[in-house]
């Protein structure tokens, strides 16, 4: 299952406010703190909640700086770095003819960019960092330049072409009857309000197809996704892993992320540390497994099975025979500490055969045998800060 969530609102949030050209999409100026604040927030909280984000950037990468401005540059450089962010430079499209035309196919699959910031990763991160109001340092630059450039991704320049001929295909086969859009005309009779219907189908499998390819969650809903094409088979719907989330936090009565991010108990500084602990990995690794349910009762059950039945690496053979081969060299002298034990990675053994059973059980055994739940993570990394 996918554990990477496709972000398209921090580019709109950044084209909206920022692009000279796009006032008209502007209502009220008094709005942008507002909606600064709330897209940044969800960003946080899908953070926390998925592996990582892949954020949709269109031509100058001003994502990134509002990254930097929320995270700093050490944030963004070790979110990077783990590959909890990246971006897809979005290049394809599909548009349509608004004048009547005869004899012309209603849509038309976009070419090629000619301007390097829609085209060239490293133009889109130059441009996107002239957004700064400070600049970077030189060096800091190059450097933050360098691990963005690793994690870029581009769409192969024929899906819009592809996604143009599903449009003319499903049309002429009567594929978007139940999408109010039945075949009743020739394709090229079709009037500017049909045509535009045509070309938001023939865009939703443009972006589902490109979703499907690097099997990305989504937020977003797409009338296609009743088709069951095999295209869009691996697609994943991110609520539900909102749903899981939401379900887990009532039951044990804590507030959800987003609120305590807005309410400043969890700093926005703090998250990208917060969310490489080994109990928050473990926490999104749960979430995934169980996040194919669509009823919140089976959310819940498959919580308090968790909690029940933790899954325990002491009640495997090898964890039992590790736990007994242990104890036994301790009471010898440690002689065979270093074969079992040290062959578990991350185990810190050395200097310690000499301490006692209670220290070892205390601070290696225990952490590799214990059996881990959920609620582990609730108890220990959500709750302090509820207290705090």
Same mark, same amino acid.
């Given at each position: ?5 496709f972000?398209q609102?921090?580019?709109e ?7 000279i ?10 709005l ?22 892949s ?23 070790g979110?990077?770095e783990?590959?909890?962010?990246e ?7 599909v ?16 070419g ?7 085209s ?14 400070d ?13 963005a ?8 320049e ?22 109010g ?20 189908l023939a ?7 490109i ?10 809903s ?38 305590? *991010?807005? &309410? #400043? ?5 703090? %998250?990208? +540390?917060?969310? =490489?602990?080994k109990?928050? $990995? ?14 919140r ?9 968790a909690?029940?039945?933790p ?13 007994v ?7 010898i002298?440690?002689g ?10 991350g ?18 055994l225990?952490? *590799?045998? &214990? #059996?881990?739940?959920?609620r582990?993570? %609730?108890? +220990?990394?959500? =709750?302090?800060?509820i207290? $705090?």
């Open positions: 299952m996918t554990k990477i969530v972000n609102t921090l580019d949030l950044a084209r909206k406010w920022f692009i050209g796009n006032e008209h999409l502007i209502k009220d100026p008094r942008f703190l507002l909606e600064y604040a709330s897209t940044v927030n969800s960003i946080c909280e899908q953070l926390l909640i998925h592996d990582g984000i954020f949709k950037v269109y031509g100058e990468n001003i994502p990134l700086v509002i990254l930097i401005n929320t995270f700093g540059i050490k944030g963004v450089e979110l990077l783990d590959g909890a962010i971006f897809l430079l979005w290049n394809p499209g548009t349509y003819a608004i004048d009547d035309i005869p004899g012309i196919y209603p849509l038309q699959s976009m090629k960019f000619t301007s390097s910031v829609h060239d990763p490293e133009a889109s991160i130059k441009s996107g960092l002239e957004f700064l109001r600049p970077l340092p030189r060096r800091v630059r190059r450097h933050i330049t360098r691990k450039l690793k994690r870029y991704k581009i769409p192969p024929k899906i819009s072409k592809d996604a143009t001929d599903f449009g003319h295909k499903g049309y002429n086969d009567n594929l978007f009857q139940e999408f859009l039945p075949k009743k005309k020739e394709l090229i009779e079709l009037n500017v309000q049909e045509r535009k219907k045509l070309c938001n865009t939703q499998c443009l972006q589902l197809t979703l499907s390819m690097y099997q990305y969650s989504t937020y977003n797409f009338d296609l996704l009743k088709l069951n094409r095999s295209e869009f088979a691996n697609l994943k719907d991110a609520n539900l892993v909102d749903d899981v989330i939401d379900t887990v936090f009532r039951i044990e009565k804590v507030p959800d992320f987003s609120k305590m *991010i807005s &309410k #400043g108990v969890l700093d926005i500084k703090d %998250i990208p +540390k917060f969310r =490489k602990t109990g928050s $990995k473990q926490f999104r690794t749960w979430i995934d497994q169980v996040s194919h349910h669509t009823d009762y089976d959310i819940a059950k498959e919580y308090i099975d909690i029940i039945k899954k325990s690496f002491s009640h495997t053979s090898y964890g039992k025979f590790l736990r081969v242990s104890v036994t060299a301790l009471g002298g440690g065979l500490l270093a074969g079992p034990i040290g062959a578990i990675p185990a810190v053994i050395g200097g310690l055969t000499d301490v006692g059973i209670g220290l070892l059980d205390s601070y290696i225990d952490n *590799i045998l &214990k #059996g881990w739940s959920p582990y993570y %609730i108890d +220990k990394q959500i =709750k302090p800060l207290k $705090k």
